[in-house]
């Protein structure tokens, strides 16, 4: 498969610009030009940086908020310097969000809000367009519903073509329903152009890489499962978790069926396929382990996933560099860190 040169191995800035405190003084505590070198000392060729759009556009005004921006714009020279490049993510949009379903029920069906998505794009494509020789962008941070595949790539394809306007050959991400489901890249188009790449984010097992997490339905927080899962561990929080039973793997059987040595393989093979039959590189911008998880089990599923990521020749960015549940750097993984970051 086409390797995807500059985005091979990476980390997500989760909880700046993203998922974090609009304060100003958490936006300029949270980040600093030490930690941008640090990622490039970890071996790292680019960053991954989320954004919500409240950062960078006031919805009222219909216009750009030029804080946010001055952010991004710190965050790119930053990565210059140090010889970094970045996938900017549209982690929210106006009316969709990965997390908040009542918040995003309408999005795919509202001519509006739509609207205001491609009308950011626009923006965020003219002004960073002269830096495609060291950026992507991703469009739209995990579209979960099955349901509306068809709506999805309609939109993709509007954003596509606003963005090319400005950027005419600037990488573009493209990941699936399903959260950017492995299992969605079989409903991704065929290119645009040349300059498209499909995306996935893998969390697979959720048992484990979501054990204990309390953002999701029915998981307990007292829940503990090892890597490589044990058999009677992962059937009893299957029957607990829907959410589970409903994801890439499916219900117990099928799962148990996938989980051995050649998971990873496995499991990605049909999203090699198809990114090998359009000529297109795959990337997955997401993956990682919450930090309730045992260290010595994190550590084994870093280097099973990084094995098949090495071996399809897949980028990656890991989630997430700091704090978020998963941050790397954090406390809980000071006894494998140096191991750890040779895996990412």
Same mark, same amino acid.
């Given at each position: 498969?086409?390797?995807?040169?500059?985005?091979?191995?990476?980390?997500?800035?989760?909880?700046?610009?993203?998922?974090?405190?609009?304060?100003?003084?958490?936006?300029?505590?949270?980040?600093?030009?030490?930690?941008?070198?640090?990622?490039?000392?970890?071996?790292?060729?680019?960053?991954?940086?989320?954004?919500?759009?409240?950062?960078?556009?006031?919805?009222?005004?219909?216009?750009?908020?030029?804080?946010?921006?001055?952010?991004?714009?710190?965050?790119?020279?930053?990565?210059?310097?140090?010889?970094?490049?970045?996938?900017?993510?549209?982690?929210?949009?106006?009316?969709?969000?990965?997390?908040?379903?009542?918040?995003?029920?309408?999005?795919?069906?509202?001519?509006?809000?739509?609207?205001?998505?491609?009308?950011?794009?626009?923006?965020?494509?003219?002004?960073?367009?002269?830096?495609?020789?060291?950026?992507?962008?991703?469009?739209?941070?995990?579209?979960?519903?099955?349901?509306?595949?068809?709506?999805?790539?309609?939109?993709? &394809? %509007?954003? @596509? /073509?606003? #963005?090319?306007?400005?950027?005419?050959?600037?990488? =573009?991400?493209?990941?699936?329903?399903? *959260?950017?489901?492995?299992?969605?890249?079989?409903?991704?188009?065929?290119?645009?152009?040349?300059?498209?790449?499909?995306?996935?984010?893998?969390?697979?097992?959720?048992?484990?890489?979501?054990?204990?997490?309390?953002?999701?339905?029915?998981?307990?927080?007292?829940?503990?499962?090892?890597?490589?899962?044990?058999?009677?561990?992962?059937?009893?929080?299957?029957?607990?978790?829907?959410?589970?039973?409903?994801?890439?793997?499916?219900?117990?059987?099928?799962?148990?069926?996938?989980?051995?040595?050649?998971?990873?393989?496995?499991?990605?093979?049909?999203?090699?396929?198809?990114?090998?039959?359009?000529?297109?590189?795959?990337?997955?911008?997401?993956?990682?382990?919450?930090?309730?998880?045992?260290?010595?089990?994190? &550590? %084994?599923? @870093? /280097?099973? #996933?990084?094995?098949?990521?090495?071996?399809?020749? =897949?980028?990656?960015?890991?989630?997430? *560099?700091?704090?978020?549940?998963?941050?790397?750097?954090?406390?809980?993984?000071?006894?494998?860190?140096?191991?750890?970051?040779?895996?990412?």
């Amino acid at each position: 498969m086409i390797r995807l040169d500059g985005y091979m191995k990476g980390v997500n800035l989760g909880g700046w610009l993203s998922q974090g405190s609009l304060e100003l003084s958490h936006i300029d505590s949270f980040i600093k030009e030490d930690d941008i070198k640090r990622i490039k000392e970890m071996g790292c060729d680019h960053l991954r940086l989320p954004v919500d759009f409240e950062n960078i556009y006031d919805e009222k005004k219909m216009c750009d908020n030029e804080i946010g921006y001055k952010y991004i714009d710190l965050c790119i020279s930053w990565c210059k310097k140090h010889g970094l490049n970045v996938v900017l993510d549209l982690h929210k949009a106006p009316g969709y969000v990965f997390d908040d379903f009542e918040y995003s029920s309408g999005f795919f069906k509202n001519e509006k809000l739509q609207g205001l998505f491609l009308d950011i794009w626009d923006r965020l494509s003219k002004r960073y367009s002269k830096y495609s020789n060291m950026m992507i962008f991703e469009m739209l941070n995990e579209v979960t519903s099955f349901d509306v595949i068809d709506e999805w790539n309609d939109l993709a &394809l %509007r954003c @596509i /073509k606003t #963005i090319r306007k400005n950027a005419p050959d600037v990488k =573009i991400l493209y990941g699936g329903v399903g *959260y950017s489901s492995v299992k969605a890249v079989k409903f991704i188009p065929a290119p645009y152009d040349k300059n498209i790449v499909y995306n996935i984010h893998c969390y697979e097992p959720m048992a484990f890489s979501h054990q204990g997490a309390y953002w999701v339905d029915k998981m307990p927080l007292d829940f503990r499962i090892s890597y490589p899962v044990e058999e009677d561990k992962y059937r009893e929080i299957t029957e607990i978790v829907p959410s589970i039973k409903e994801g890439t793997l499916g219900d117990a059987d099928n799962a148990l069926k996938l989980l051995g040595d050649d998971f990873f393989i496995n499991l990605f093979k049909e999203a090699v396929e198809w990114a090998e039959k359009n000529n297109v590189s795959l990337y997955c911008g997401e993956y990682g382990v919450i930090d309730r998880a045992d260290t010595k089990s994190t &550590l %084994r599923w @870093i /280097k099973h #996933i990084n094995s098949a990521f090495e071996h399809y020749n =897949i980028g990656r960015a890991i989630w997430s *560099y700091k704090k978020m549940d998963f941050g790397i750097i954090d406390d809980h993984y000071k006894d494998i860190y140096d191991e750890l970051i040779k895996y990412l």
